[in-house]
Nanobody, 119 residues
Framework: QVQLVESGGGLVQPGGSLRLSCAAS????????MHWYRQAPGKQRELVAH???????NYADSVKGRFTISRDNTKNTVCLQMNSLKPEDTAVYYC?????????????WGQGTQVTVSS
């Protein structure tokens, strides 16, 4: 019914940049809030960035000033621009969206994309 597909992960050197994309498809009325999470091996999944349906954003302190979340409502996509990457940014990054289907709302997760920051 609803699917989130992420892309853009890969291997970069410290100080490099990556742009992650997440595209939503399926049958839904709209997408409200969108999030990027990440999970490193042996660590809890953490919220990295959040964007509301109106475009308001919030970031984890660890990425603020380096990462930028954005969305294109006409294309049902959300992106995460990651600059000045550090080794500690290495993790699997997940897109999460809150979808409205009829009178109901539910959350959906992408499959995750690996980001590795290493020399």
């Amino acid at each position: 019914q609803v699917q989130l597909v992420e892309s853009g992960g890969g291997l970069v050197q410290p100080g490099g940049s990556l742009r992650l994309s997440c595209a939503a498809s399926g049958r839904f009325f709209s997408i409200s809030d969108m999030h990027w999470y990440r999970q490193a091996p042996g660590k809890q999944r953490e919220l990295v960035a959040h964007i509301t349906s109106g475009g308001s954003t919030n970031y984890a302190d660890s990425v603020k000033g380096r990462f930028t979340i954005s969305r294109d409502n006409t294309k049902n996509t959300v992106c995460l621009q990651m600059n000045s990457l550090k080794p500690e940014d290495t993790a699997v990054y997940y897109c999460n969206g809150q979808f409205l289907v009829g009178a109901e709302g539910f959350g959906c997760w992408g499959q995750g994309t690996q980001v590795t920051v290493s020399s």
